[in-house]
C-alpha cells in the first residue's frame, strides 16, 4: 500500500549555543580553547554531521565539568547539547538521562523561572513527544511556553519554537482545534521577527498547510504549501531534504484533488534528490523522506509514463 503522508515539519530541538551564553569574564587560554571547541560542535551540529560533532561534543562536557564544575550551567548546557545529538542519532536511551541532568542542574543553579530552564523543559518534551510519552511531555512544554513568555514577552521567536512543538503534540493527541490557533499564532511570531521569507515563516506555513490538509482544507492548504516550497528552495536550494518534503506534501495534496498528473510531476522531481550526499548529514529525515517519496511515486507510476 503507497504511504500517503504529508509530515509536520519541525524546527530541531532547541541547540544550547553555549557560545552566547557564557558569563562575562576575563578569559585565559582555557576559556578560549573551551568556546572554540563548543563552536565546532555546533557548527557541525547545524551542518547535519552528527557523528562527527558526538566526540567533540563529549570532549566538551567533560572540560566544561573540570572548568566549571559539576552544578554549574555550563556543563549543563554542554550536556544538552551533546543529548541533543544523541537524540537525533537515536541514542535515546543516552540523551534523555543527561537531559533529565541538565534540567536539574540549571534548576537548583538558576532558579525554576530562569530562560536557561525553558530550553531545557522543551528539549526533555520533545524527546518524551517522539517517543509517545505524550502527557509526561505536554506539562513540561507549557511550562516551557509559560517561562518564555514571562521573560522574553508572547511575541519571542523562542515562544513561537515552543508554539510549535506543543501543537505537534496536540496533533498526535487528535486535538487539531486546539493545536492550529497556536500555529497561526508562531506564523504571525516568526513573520513579525524574521520577515516573510524566513525559513522559520516556511517550517510554520509547512505546519499549518498539512493541519489544513487534514481537517480537508485543501483550497486553503494548497497556496500556504506553495509559499513554504518557494520560501525554502530559495533558502536551501532545490535538493535540501525540507524542500524535498515540501514537494512531497504538495504532490500529496495535488493526487488527493485528482490533479495526477501535477503530482506525478512533483514527485518525479523531489525522488532523484535522495540519491544524493546531502540526506546522508539528516539521516533520520532523508530515510523518512526517501521511503514516501519512492512509494508515491510508484503508486502514481502509471499516471508517471504520460508525463
Do not use: C
Not at 94 to 102: F, H, Q, T, V
Amino acid at each position: 500500500m503507497r504511504l500517503r503522508t504529508l509530515r509536520l515539519l519541525l524546527l530541531p530541538v532547541l541547540f544550547a549555543a553555549v557560545l552566547a551564553l557564557l558569563p562575562a569574564f576575563a578569559q585565559s587560554p582555557n576559556d578560549a580553547e573551551l568556546k572554540a571547541l563548543n563552536a565546532r560542535v555546533i557548527t557541525l551540529y547545524r551542518a547535519g554531521k552528527y557523528g562527527d560533532a558526538i566526540p567533540l561534543a563529549k570532549q566538551y562536557a567533560a572540560a566544561a565539568k573540570a572548568r566549571y564544575g559539576e552544578t554549574a550551567h555550563e556543563y549543563a548546557a554542554a550536556l544538552n547539547n551533546l543529548a541533543a545529538l544523541l537524540k537525533d542519532t537515536n541514542r535515546i536511551s543516552e540523551a534523555e538521562p543527561l537531559m533529565r541532568r541538565a534540567l536539574a542542574i540549571d534548576e537548583k543553579s538558576l532558579g525554576p523561572q530562569h530562560p536557561e530552564l525553558a530550553r531545557n523543559l522543551n528539549n526533555l518534551a520533545v524527546l518524551l513527544r517522539d517517543t509517545n510519552r505524550l502527557a509526561e511531555a505536554e506539562p513540561l512544554m507549557r511550562r516551557a511556553l509559560a517561562i518564555d513568555e514571562k521573560s522574553f514577552g508572547p511575541g519571542h521567536p523562542n515562544a513561537a519554537t515552543v508554539l510549535n512543538n506543543l501543537a505537534r503534540l496536540l496533533w498526535a493527541t487528535n486535538r487539531l482545534s486546539e493545536a492550529e490557533p497556536l500555529i497561526r499564532r508562531a506564523l504571525a511570531i516568526d513573520e513579525n521577527s524574521f520577515g516573510p521569507e524566513h525559513p522559520n515563516v516556511a517550517r510554520d506555513l509547512n505546519n499549518l498547510a498539512v493541519l489544513l490538509q487534514a481537517t480537508n482544507r485543501p483550497a486553503e492548504a494548497e497556496p500556504v504549501l506553495s509559499r513554504t516550497l518557494a520560501i525554502d528552495e530559495k533558502s536551501f536550494g532545490p535538493d535540501h531534504p525540507n524542500v524535498v518534503l515540501h514537494r512531497n506534501n504538495l504532490g500529496v495534496l495535488l493526487e488527493d484533488q485528482g490533479r495526477w498528473l501535477e503530482a506525478v510531476a512533483l514527485f518525479r522531481k523531489a525522488k532523484p534528490v535522495m540519491t544524493g550526499a546531502h540526506v546522508g548529514s539528516e539521516p533520520e529525515r532523508g530515510g523518512l523522506v526517501k521511503a514516501v517519496l519512492v512509494q508515491n511515486v510508484d503508486g502514481l507510476r502509471p499516471y508517471a509514463r504520460a508525463l
